[in-house]
């Protein structure tokens, strides 16, 4: 029988296809911050989870005593108040100055410093500087961040993330329906922890969740049971800290 050598040549590059083909590899992006602080480097690895979709975020440390030290890195948005979608007077959407009380309120209430307008929230008049902010990750990413100055020998890095239209069983989109700022949050935000021991440092550190925030931003408190949280416990899949002393 007469074989088609032009079918010998297609079989030959599908099977060289299929065994060359490598397995997909997720993409990470690679964000650095407060380039010119002094203290240590402070390295977040983030792995989305299945329910990833745009979030914002803060990281920053405090002292064993609560008391609030330094943002290293947040959102943009958060943290100048102007949101890329924030005003659709033109009749598409533009950036625009839109308060944001309910997106990360335990580094808001922790960090301290209200606002012109009275809420603990950067504002455009009010907002973190350059050095601390970034563009909104759209998926993994490895963050690169500074102390501005030596930080205490023991001390945590905490990470709080939120995520809108993520409404569950508990956190309806009617459970507040005179609270507008619920709206905005739907399951609240979600904080995570870290102590740190810089005279025993780790080769890297598990971020941890600890509770959730305030559902509309009203207070900084720090609510502990979690049996209410579903899908935003899977905006983040894995979180690990890396400290890198400087010379």
């Not at 944001?100 to 307008?117: Q, S, V």
């Not at 049971?225 to 890396?242: H, N, V, Y």
Request: charged content about 20%; aromatic content about 10%.
């Amino acid at each position: 029988m007469k074989i088609n050598p032009g079918i010998i040549l297609t079989l030959l590059l599908l099977s060289g296809c299929q065994t060359s083909r490598l397995p997909e590899q997720p993409e990470k992006s690679n964000i650095q911050a407060n380039i010119h602080g002094k203290g240590p480097e402070v390295v977040l690895e983030f792995t989305k989870g299945k329910e990833h979709n745009h979030p914002s975020f803060v990281l920053w440390a405090e002292d064993m005593n609560g008391k609030y030290l330094q943002t290293l890195f947040i959102t943009v948005s958060i943290g100048t108040g102007v949101f890329e979608h924030g005003d659709p007077s033109t009749g598409k959407w533009m950036p625009g100055e839109i308060p944001r009380p309910a997106a990360l309120p335990y580094w808001a209430h922790h960090r301290g410093i209200k606002n012109e307008n009275g809420l603990y929230i950067p504002s455009p008049k009010n907002p973190v500087p350059d050095a601390y902010t970034g563009a909104t990750p759209r998926g993994n990413f490895e963050l690169t961040t500074r102390f501005d100055e030596e930080p205490p020998s023991r001390f945590r890095i905490l990470f709080e993330i939120n995520q809108t239209w993520d409404w569950n069983e508990y956190w309806t989109n009617n459970k507040y329906p005179d609270d507008d700022e619920y709206k905005t949050s739907c399951q609240p935000a979600l904080v995570y922890a870290a102590t740190i021991d810089l005279d025993n440092l780790q080769d890297s550190y598990p971020l941890q969740v600890i509770g959730y925030s305030h559902y509309s931003g009203k207070t900084g408190e720090l609510f502990t049971d979690l049996s209410t949280i579903t899908t935003a416990l899977e905006i983040a899949d894995k979180l690990t800290i890396k400290l890198i002393r400087s010379n």
